[in-house]
């Protein structure tokens, strides 16, 4: 299932795809023949292509990011996630304790064996 943040990505990735290839169908297709355009239109129009064109990519990228991220988790299996975590560490400190203990205890009993 897709979520609407993916649905939105997906949206933006097509319209800034489709508008970069109709501007330049645009510039050079309907704009006439382009070898006949003079000197001062191509220092206007060519920087000007190249930066729309860079920032329908940049749209584009940032729709095809936001359609292919997986949706986040809900925030309750967060915070039933974090919860599960810190019981988990208790019950290792726990054991972890109790195998201190234990060497501890072999420990105090060598000593008396060799006293």
């Known amino acids: 299932m897709v979520s609407k943040d993916q649905t939105y990505g997906g949206i933006i990735l ?3 795809v489709v508008i ?3 501007y330049t169908v645009g510039l050079f297709y309907f ?3 382009p070898f006949d355009w003079s000197i001062p239109f191509w220092l206007i129009a060519l920087p ?3 930066a729309f064109i860079a ?3 940049i749209g584009a ?3 095809w990011t936001m359609a292919t991220t997986p949706p986040p ?6 915070t039933s996630e974090m919860e599960e975590k810190k019981e988990e560490k208790g019950e290792e400190k726990e054991e972890v304790e109790a195998a201190e203990e234990t060497v501890e205890e072999k ?4 000593k008396s064996e060799k006293s």
């Open 55 to 57: 920032i329908m990519g």
């Open 14 to 16: 097509v319209v800034c």
């Open 107 to 110: 420990k105090t009993k060598r």
């Open 73 to 78: 988790k809900p925030i309750e299996e967060l």
């Open 48 to 50: 000007v292509f190249i």
């Open 61 to 63: 990228w940032i729709g």
């Open 20 to 22: 970069g290839i109709l």
């Open 31 to 33: 704009g006439g023949n």
